[in-house]
């Protein structure tokens, strides 16, 4: 954890147990070390939620997750616009 310089969107999906069990434990290390992070749990879903190609695929938490994706990556990589 503190190798780590970059700001972390964490995406949670609440039924992935062998994922959320270690989930606060991780936030708090994060917290620690001066990590900015931001982190979201999808209620009703399970691991590979945005997979599209399996029976675990959950609309409303997949279209969220993208939504709250492209929001961070407009706030964290977007270069600001350069005058002509």
Known sequence: VHDIHAALLLHY?????RITSGA??????????????????YE??????HNNTTPRY????AR???????AWF?????QPSQPD
């Open 58 to 61: 959950k609309d409303d938490a």
């Open 44 to 49: 009703g879903a399970s691991h590979g939620f």
């Open 13 to 17: 999906a609440a039924l992935d147990n």
């Open 74 to 78: 407009d706030e964290y990589l977007k």
């Open 24 to 41: 606060a434990a991780y936030e708090a290390a994060l917290k620690q070390a001066g990590v900015r992070f931001k982190a979201y749990v």
């Open 64 to 70: 969220l997750a993208e939504q709250r994706t492209l």
